[in-house]
Protein backbone atom coordinates (compact mmCIF):
# COMPACT_ATOMS: atom_id res chain seq x y z
CA UNK A 1 0.00 0.00 0.00
CA UNK A 2 3.03 2.50 1.11
CA UNK A 3 4.87 1.86 -2.00
CA UNK A 4 1.53 2.37 -4.27
CA UNK A 5 0.63 5.61 -2.91
CA UNK A 6 -2.64 3.94 -0.82
CA UNK A 7 -3.72 5.57 1.72
CA UNK A 8 -4.18 3.38 5.00
CA UNK A 9 -7.21 4.23 7.15
CA UNK A 10 -8.42 3.34 10.34
CA UNK A 11 -9.99 -0.27 8.79
CA UNK A 12 -6.55 -0.74 7.42
CA UNK A 13 -4.73 -0.32 10.91
CA UNK A 14 -7.75 -2.65 12.45
CA UNK A 15 -7.36 -5.48 9.85
CA UNK A 16 -3.51 -5.75 10.47
CA UNK A 17 -3.41 -5.52 14.44
CA UNK A 18 -6.17 -8.62 14.24
CA UNK A 19 -3.45 -10.90 12.16
CA UNK A 20 -0.23 -9.39 14.30
CA UNK A 21 -2.69 -10.58 17.43
CA UNK A 22 -3.63 -13.75 16.09
CA UNK A 23 -0.37 -14.62 14.74
CA UNK A 24 1.45 -14.33 18.30
CA UNK A 25 2.97 -10.87 18.07
CA UNK A 26 0.28 -8.94 20.04
CA UNK A 27 3.13 -6.45 21.45
CA UNK A 28 3.61 -5.45 17.24
CA UNK A 29 -0.70 -4.80 17.76
CA UNK A 30 -0.39 -2.90 20.51
CA UNK A 31 2.78 -0.81 19.07
CA UNK A 32 0.33 -0.16 15.95
CA UNK A 33 -2.07 1.33 17.66
CA UNK A 34 0.12 3.83 18.98
CA UNK A 35 0.91 4.82 15.13
CA UNK A 36 -2.50 5.05 14.78
CA UNK A 37 -3.29 7.54 17.59
CA UNK A 38 -0.55 9.47 16.75
CA UNK A 39 -2.12 9.59 13.02
CA UNK A 40 -5.13 11.63 14.75
CA UNK A 41 -7.84 9.11 13.26
CA UNK A 42 -11.01 8.59 14.82
CA UNK A 43 -11.06 5.45 17.53
CA UNK A 44 -14.04 3.17 17.37
CA UNK A 45 -15.22 0.08 19.23
CA UNK A 46 -13.76 -2.05 16.76
CA UNK A 47 -9.60 -1.35 17.25
CA UNK A 48 -9.96 -1.20 20.59
CA UNK A 49 -11.56 -4.29 20.97
CA UNK A 50 -8.26 -5.88 18.99
CA UNK A 51 -6.49 -3.98 21.50
CA UNK A 52 -7.79 -5.01 24.71
CA UNK A 53 -6.49 -8.07 23.44
CA UNK A 54 -3.65 -7.55 22.26
CA UNK A 55 -2.24 -5.87 25.05
CA UNK A 56 -4.03 -7.93 27.81
CA UNK A 57 -1.54 -10.97 25.96
CA UNK A 58 1.34 -8.92 25.83
CA UNK A 59 0.89 -6.84 29.37
CA UNK A 60 -1.39 -8.29 31.21
CA UNK A 61 -5.62 -8.31 31.78
CA UNK A 62 -4.92 -5.24 33.80
CA UNK A 63 -3.51 -3.05 31.13
CA UNK A 64 -6.82 -4.61 29.26
CA UNK A 65 -8.98 -3.37 32.04
CA UNK A 66 -7.12 0.51 31.97
CA UNK A 67 -7.80 0.32 28.09
CA UNK A 68 -11.30 -0.35 28.54
CA UNK A 69 -12.04 2.12 30.80
CA UNK A 70 -10.54 4.85 28.73
CA UNK A 71 -12.43 3.83 25.92
CA UNK A 72 -15.75 4.45 27.69
CA UNK A 73 -14.21 7.85 28.92
CA UNK A 74 -14.15 8.82 25.62
CA UNK A 75 -17.35 7.98 24.94
CA UNK A 76 -16.68 4.55 22.86
CA UNK A 77 -19.23 2.13 24.27
CA UNK A 78 -18.22 -1.49 24.14
CA UNK A 79 -20.30 -4.26 22.66
CA UNK A 80 -20.63 -8.09 23.34
CA UNK A 81 -17.06 -8.98 21.70
CA UNK A 82 -15.31 -6.02 24.33
CA UNK A 83 -16.73 -7.85 27.34
CA UNK A 84 -16.50 -11.36 25.82
CA UNK A 85 -12.69 -10.81 25.44
CA UNK A 86 -11.93 -9.51 29.09
CA UNK A 87 -14.14 -12.41 30.40
CA UNK A 88 -11.69 -14.51 28.64
CA UNK A 89 -8.53 -12.68 29.77
CA UNK A 90 -10.05 -12.89 33.38
CA UNK A 91 -10.76 -16.34 33.02
CA UNK A 92 -7.67 -17.52 31.46
CA UNK A 93 -5.82 -15.68 34.44
CA UNK A 94 -8.36 -17.74 37.05
CA UNK A 95 -9.73 -14.49 37.77
CA UNK A 96 -13.11 -15.81 37.75
CA UNK A 97 -14.85 -13.63 40.50
CA UNK A 98 -13.65 -10.63 38.35
CA UNK A 99 -14.97 -11.90 35.34
CA UNK A 100 -18.05 -13.10 36.83
CA UNK A 101 -18.56 -10.18 38.30
CA UNK A 102 -17.76 -8.37 34.22
CA UNK A 103 -20.69 -10.65 33.32
CA UNK A 104 -22.91 -9.43 35.17
CA UNK A 105 -22.65 -5.67 34.18
CA UNK A 106 -22.93 -6.48 30.89
CA UNK A 107 -26.73 -5.75 30.54
CA UNK A 108 -25.77 -2.05 32.37
CA UNK A 109 -23.96 -1.50 28.40
CA UNK A 110 -26.86 -2.87 26.42
CA UNK A 111 -24.65 -6.36 26.12
CA UNK A 112 -26.26 -9.62 26.87
CA UNK A 113 -23.99 -12.84 27.70
CA UNK A 114 -23.92 -14.77 24.95
CA UNK A 115 -22.74 -18.75 24.90
CA UNK A 116 -19.27 -17.53 24.00
CA UNK A 117 -19.32 -15.88 27.31
CA UNK A 118 -19.64 -18.85 29.62
CA UNK A 119 -17.32 -21.11 27.67
CA UNK A 120 -14.49 -18.73 28.70
CA UNK A 121 -15.72 -19.70 32.01
CA UNK A 122 -16.13 -23.38 30.89
CA UNK A 123 -12.36 -23.79 29.44
CA UNK A 124 -10.78 -23.06 32.65
CA UNK A 125 -12.84 -24.10 35.68
CA UNK A 126 -11.32 -27.17 36.97
CA UNK A 127 -14.15 -28.51 39.39
CA UNK A 128 -17.42 -30.72 37.73
CA UNK A 129 -19.39 -28.66 40.54
CA UNK A 130 -18.46 -25.36 39.47
CA UNK A 131 -18.78 -25.82 36.01
CA UNK A 132 -22.54 -27.77 35.77
CA UNK A 133 -23.45 -24.60 38.67
CA UNK A 134 -22.37 -22.04 36.12
CA UNK A 135 -23.55 -24.17 32.92
CA UNK A 136 -27.70 -23.93 35.06
CA UNK A 137 -26.98 -20.31 35.78
CA UNK A 138 -26.25 -20.55 32.06
CA UNK A 139 -29.37 -21.70 31.17
CA UNK A 140 -31.58 -19.64 33.67
CA UNK A 141 -30.31 -16.18 32.89
CA UNK A 142 -31.46 -17.33 29.16
CA UNK A 143 -28.28 -18.07 27.24
CA UNK A 144 -28.55 -20.98 24.87
CA UNK A 145 -26.43 -23.40 24.95
CA UNK A 146 -24.74 -24.08 21.34
CA UNK A 147 -23.64 -27.47 20.28
CA UNK A 148 -20.12 -26.29 20.83
CA UNK A 149 -20.92 -25.56 24.54
CA UNK A 150 -22.08 -29.43 25.08
CA UNK A 151 -19.28 -30.78 23.38
CA UNK A 152 -17.08 -28.63 25.19
CA UNK A 153 -18.40 -29.86 28.73
CA UNK A 154 -18.91 -33.53 27.50
CA UNK A 155 -15.33 -33.69 26.16
CA UNK A 156 -14.17 -31.91 29.51
CA UNK A 157 -15.75 -34.47 31.82
CA UNK A 158 -14.67 -37.33 29.87
CA UNK A 159 -10.93 -36.36 29.92
CA UNK A 160 -11.42 -36.04 33.62
CA UNK A 161 -13.17 -39.51 33.60
CA UNK A 162 -16.31 -38.45 35.84
CA UNK A 163 -19.48 -39.75 33.52
CA UNK A 164 -22.18 -38.24 36.38
CA UNK A 165 -21.56 -34.72 34.92
CA UNK A 166 -21.28 -35.95 31.59
CA UNK A 167 -24.89 -37.73 31.23
CA UNK A 168 -25.86 -34.84 33.26
CA UNK A 169 -25.04 -32.25 29.82
CA UNK A 170 -26.08 -35.16 27.95
CA UNK A 171 -30.22 -35.17 29.65
CA UNK A 172 -30.32 -31.43 29.38
CA UNK A 173 -29.20 -31.76 25.82
CA UNK A 174 -31.91 -33.47 25.16
CA UNK A 175 -34.57 -31.73 27.73
CA UNK A 176 -33.81 -28.15 25.21
CA UNK A 177 -34.77 -29.86 22.07
CA UNK A 178 -30.98 -30.26 20.66
CA UNK A 179 -29.90 -32.70 19.09
CA UNK A 180 -26.76 -34.10 19.34
CA UNK A 181 -24.14 -34.02 16.22
CA UNK A 182 -21.90 -36.55 15.01
CA UNK A 183 -18.76 -34.28 17.51
CA UNK A 184 -21.48 -34.59 20.66
CA UNK A 185 -21.81 -38.54 20.37
CA UNK A 186 -18.02 -39.18 19.43
CA UNK A 187 -17.35 -37.58 23.19
CA UNK A 188 -20.19 -39.13 24.61
CA UNK A 189 -19.24 -42.41 23.31
CA UNK A 190 -15.22 -41.84 24.06
CA UNK A 191 -16.07 -41.07 27.67
CA UNK A 192 -17.96 -44.88 27.68
CA UNK A 193 -15.42 -46.60 26.15
CA UNK A 194 -12.52 -44.64 28.52
CA UNK A 195 -14.41 -46.20 31.67
CA UNK A 196 -14.57 -49.74 29.66
CA UNK A 197 -18.76 -49.54 28.94
CA UNK A 198 -18.26 -50.94 25.95
CA UNK A 199 -21.83 -52.31 25.47
CA UNK A 200 -23.52 -48.64 26.79
CA UNK A 201 -20.58 -47.19 23.77
CA UNK A 202 -21.75 -49.44 21.12
CA UNK A 203 -25.51 -48.63 21.91
CA UNK A 204 -25.02 -44.93 20.94
CA UNK A 205 -22.70 -46.31 18.21
CA UNK A 206 -25.63 -47.83 16.96
CA UNK A 207 -27.74 -44.90 17.52
CA UNK A 208 -25.53 -42.49 15.78
CA UNK A 209 -25.41 -44.65 12.64
CA UNK A 210 -29.10 -44.90 13.09
CA UNK A 211 -29.49 -41.22 12.51
CA UNK A 212 -26.72 -40.95 9.58
CA UNK A 213 -23.78 -39.51 11.16
CA UNK A 214 -20.52 -41.27 10.83
CA UNK A 215 -18.75 -42.60 14.47
CA UNK A 216 -15.36 -42.42 14.77
CA UNK A 217 -13.33 -45.62 13.92
CA UNK A 218 -12.75 -47.24 17.56
CA UNK A 219 -11.03 -50.76 18.41
CA UNK A 220 -12.77 -51.67 21.22
CA UNK A 221 -16.52 -51.57 19.43
CA UNK A 222 -15.08 -53.14 15.72
CA UNK A 223 -16.33 -49.61 14.17
CA UNK A 224 -16.35 -50.34 10.29
CA UNK A 225 -15.04 -47.86 8.12
CA UNK A 226 -16.11 -46.31 5.25
CA UNK A 227 -14.85 -49.50 2.58
CA UNK A 228 -16.31 -51.88 5.30
CA UNK A 229 -12.76 -52.37 6.70
CA UNK A 230 -12.55 -53.06 10.29
CA UNK A 231 -10.60 -50.75 13.03
CA UNK A 232 -8.84 -53.78 13.96
CA UNK A 233 -7.57 -54.99 10.13
CA UNK A 234 -6.76 -51.22 9.54
CA UNK A 235 -4.56 -50.90 12.14
CA UNK A 236 -3.22 -54.73 11.53
CA UNK A 237 -2.44 -53.79 7.58
CA UNK A 238 -0.59 -50.19 8.73
CA UNK A 239 1.67 -52.10 11.50
CA UNK A 240 2.41 -54.53 8.36
CA UNK A 241 3.21 -52.14 5.97
CA UNK A 242 5.43 -49.45 8.60
CA UNK A 243 7.42 -53.53 9.61
CA UNK A 244 7.84 -54.19 5.44
CA UNK A 245 9.74 -50.92 5.15
CA UNK A 246 11.80 -50.82 8.43
CA UNK A 247 10.25 -47.86 9.94
CA UNK A 248 10.53 -47.92 13.55
CA UNK A 249 6.99 -48.33 15.64
CA UNK A 250 7.15 -44.66 18.27
Excluded at 24 to 52: C, S
Excluded at 197 to 221: N, Q, T, W
Amino acid sequence: MDRKGVQKDLHSYSIYMDILCKGGKPWKAVKLFKEVKRKGFQLDVVVYNILIRAIGLSEGVDFSIRVFREMKELGINPTVVTYNTLIRLLCDCYRHKEALALLRTMARDGCHPTAISYHCFFASMEKPKQILAMFDDMIESGVRPSMDTYVMLLNKFGRWGFLRPVFMVWNRMEQLGCSPDAAAYNALIDALVDKGLIDMARKYDEEMLAKGLSPKPRKELGTKLLGGESADLLDSSSQSTIQTHNVPLV
